[in-house]
């Protein structure tokens, strides 16, 4: 398997800001028991994390699908906090909450609570926080450092030029990294989105739902999805099937994340069937007469099957 290159394409490293991300909202966790409650729910470790550590964690279903992922903040050892996409807190919340019972541990939307900006660049680079303020790291979008500013509400916001959400959106699909948002809700076990190679699986944690699945899946050869960037020439959007030119009724993928591309077309995360990308034969959205993908390439290393 050799990926593509996407060289023609634009590329995120000119981007300099900071985006409000009004897309994304907060659960937060408080109590003595938080870090223990969540470490029975989630992929992370959540009681090895440090105070003011972030780290990428996954809530699967008891198949190991992922019916949530979050950029998950430790605050306090009793303080913690689930940012995710705000089209599936809801149901999100209702779902943990379903297993809290005598826990010491309170779950509760607190998306107004604080301001969620993404920050790429110089600005990345260069933002120093105030108190009751963090800063998260993501993952570079073409080698362009970025992080997640997770403010008080009351607190001002960054000094950092202001970068339209929707160069937010591209530099995120960019980095490879993909959140769960209500189109793919269960359609992917953590491996399907590369998680456990950017730090969102750990495998040598306790047991939480879907835990036996997801490292199963882990196994060497039993991995037979991946996730990509790639280029869709015309529109498109998550949860979108693809398919090959060969097969109109199998589709070999399932688009994870899509974002307008500033030079026309869409960038997107699709996770792919690793066997269609040996074929010779052409990948479609949406059917085979659909727009073209292409240009499909890794963004970072994955770790290797155990």
Known sequence: MNAHDVTSHTSALSLNGAARLTDLGVIRVVGDEAAKYLQGQLTQDVVLMKPGESRLAALCNPKGRMVASFVMLKRAPDDILLICSRDILA????????????????????????????????????????????????APADDSPRTLLVSPAEAPEPSATPLDLALWHWADVRSGVALVTQPIVEAFVPQML??????????????????EVVARSQFRGAIKRRAFVAQVDGTTQAGQEVFTSADADQPCGVIALAAPAPGGGTAVIASLQLAALDSIDALTVGGPGGPALTGWRLPYQLLADI
């Open 194 to 211: 590369n998680y456990e190679s950017i730090g969102g699986v750990n495998f040598k944690k306790g047991c939480y739902p879907g835990q």
């Open 91 to 138: 149901a999100t919340l209702k779902r943990l909450s379903m297993f809290v019972m005598r826990s010491k541990a309170k779950l509760s939307d607190a998306t107004e609570q604080f301001h969620l900006f993404g920050l790429i660049g110089q600005a990345a680079q260069e933002h120093s926080v105030t108190d009751g303020q963090h800063l998260c790291p993501l």
